[in-house]
């Protein structure tokens, strides 16, 4: 027969059962340290007791006037028939004689102790209860000394009666305390408790949910602040998920129903060789469209999953950014786009040097792009203190003010015209670039009138850039879009 494991306590009992184990503790060790007080209050009463009756009964021995003796006597017998309820036991030691009063097997013994002088000792008598607090006195000039024991049992009695009411009200008091405990552990998880409810009740299809607070501050209101803020950035990711993977199967969607719709047209009928090649042209643009869109897909997803390395060596931005003006040149001159740059000389940056390429072939690949025939686009690199901004500006047709705090989200398409000209992802792989190079992004846009992109990255050194040397900008020319 087998028996499952016990089923552990919950952290309410777990909690009271701790609060109770350390108020008992306390409890105790206060008692215990209370006894002991009033033990040694009673006790040092007992002993000035037995002092002064020592100190009495040895000034009325007067050994040098007749009758001394047999005063002392009297006056011992006199005050043991007083303290008898105390249980006084007097002894008068001589050299050769003993005289104990009262007389009796408690004196017997006491006769037989080796005590020391001066100093009350407490003294168990074998078969007797209670004990007896005992003082001996030194022996004066004529040999002479006294003992002197008191029954404890006054001192037992009241430290009995006062155990009882103690460990009695303790008792109470403990009983209370746990009750209490349990209503306040209860009380104090109870946004525990809350916090378990509103967590059960999240769906991940919907992370509205949030913990409640009690803004007070303390340690669990802080933790649900801290879970809430997780839940934000989950509902954030999840929301940035649900948009990206709706969003990336309409971009990939397009494409291949325009593939598709152009291969079913060319097979409803035969057609010339002329006819199939613009067809293949088709094909490959679309195709083309699709491998941009897939390796932009690609990046980003090894973004979000932190698997991209970006390098950071010196990087000569002004020879970058030249190669690649002078690579769009053709592009812009086919377009009938006057296209002016300003690179300067030396300007260094840390980066990846591929990564910075990218980024600048984008900016101005979306300029000339999203610019019509004669209108212009301009880039320039300067240094501003410790960093260089990167400008690239155009005349293009611009993006509508309410829509440029979000062009840099994912496929963000403000204007149906950009939906067939790229992917949509360009201008989020550019801010994750410069975010990656410690630097940043900015768009400055008016509709019909063009753009502005401002990137800033952090100079590799602190020396001021070298002069900037134009090429193929017109100073006496005025800036267009810019």
């Not at 701790?18 to 009673?42: D, E, I, K, P, Q």
């Not at 980024?359 to 880039?379: R, Y």
């Not at 990656?436 to 850039?465: M, N």
Request: aromatic share 4%; charged share 20%.
């Amino acid at each position: 027969m087998s028996f499952g494991k016990s089923r552990p306590l919950g952290l309410r009992t777990r909690l009271t059962l701790w609060t109770s184990l350390v108020l008992a503790t306390s409890l105790g060790v206060g008692f215990g340290w209370v006894h002991h007080g009033l033990r040694r209050v009673l006790e040092g009463r007992n002993d000035a007791f037995l002092h002064q009756k020592a100190a009495e009964l040895l000034a009325s021995l007067v050994s040098q006037q007749p009758g001394g003796r047999e005063a002392l006597e009297e006056e011992i017998e006199r005050e043991v028939e007083a303290y008898e309820d105390e249980g006084l036991v007097i002894l008068v030691v001589e050299p050769k004689h003993v005289v104990a009063t009262p007389d009796g097997e408690i004196s017997q013994q006491l006769t037989n102790l080796a005590l020391q002088p001066g100093t009350p000792v407490t003294l168990p008598i074998p078969d007797k209860r209670p004990r007896l607090r005992v003082l001996a006195t030194p022996p004066n000039a004529q040999g002479l000394s006294l003992i002197l024991a008191i029954s404890l049992a006054g001192t037992e009695t009241t430290l009995a009666e006062f155990d009882r009411w103690v460990a009695g009200g303790a008792f109470a008091f403990l009983v209370l305390a746990v009750a209490g405990g349990r209503l306040l552990s209860a009380q104090a998880l109870r946004p525990v408790a809350e916090s378990i409810a509103a967590a059960r009740r999240l769906d991940p299809g919907d992370l509205s949910e949030r913990l409640p607070r009690t803004d007070s501050g303390d340690e669990l209101d802080e933790l649900a602040a801290t879970i809430n803020g997780l839940l934000d950035r989950l509902a954030a990711y999840h929301s940035q998920i649900i948009r990206f993977t709706a969003d990336a199967s309409h971009e990939l969607r397009s494409p291949l129903a325009a593939m598709r719709a152009s291969v079913e047209v060319a097979l409803q009928q035969p057609r010339t060789a002329n006819d199939y090649r613009e067809v293949l042209v088709s094909l490959g643009e679309q195709c083309e469209r699709l491998t941009a869109l897939v390796n932009g897909l690609l990046l980003l997803a090894r973004v979000d999953a932190n698997q991209v390395h970006v390098q950071h060596e010196p990087v000569n931005l002004s020879a970058l950014a030249e190669e690649a003006a002078e690579m769009y040149e053709p592009l812009a001159e086919e377009r009938e786009i006057r296209f002016r740059w300003q690179c300067g000389a030396g300007v260094t940056v840390l980066g990846d040097p591929q990564r910075l390429r990218q980024l600048v072939t984008n900016l101005i690949d979306n300029a000339i792009k999203f610019t019509p025939a004669g209108g212009s686009v301009s880039m320039s690199i300067h240094q501003i203190g410790q960093a260089c901004e990167l400008t690239v500006d155009d005349t293009g047709i611009g993006i509508p003010t309410e829509h440029v705090a979000h062009i840099f989200d994912r496929f963000y398409q403000a204007d149906p015209s950009r939906s067939s000209t790229g992917t949509g992802l360009g201008l989020s792989i550019c801010q994750w670039i410069a975010a990656s190079h410690g630097g940043s992004i900015d768009a400055t846009s008016t509709e019909a009138s063009g753009s502005t992109f401002k990137v800033q990255l952090p100079l590799a050194t602190g020396e001021p850039a070298s002069t900037l040397a134009g090429k193929r900008f017109d100073e006496s020319s005025p800036k267009s879009g810019l």
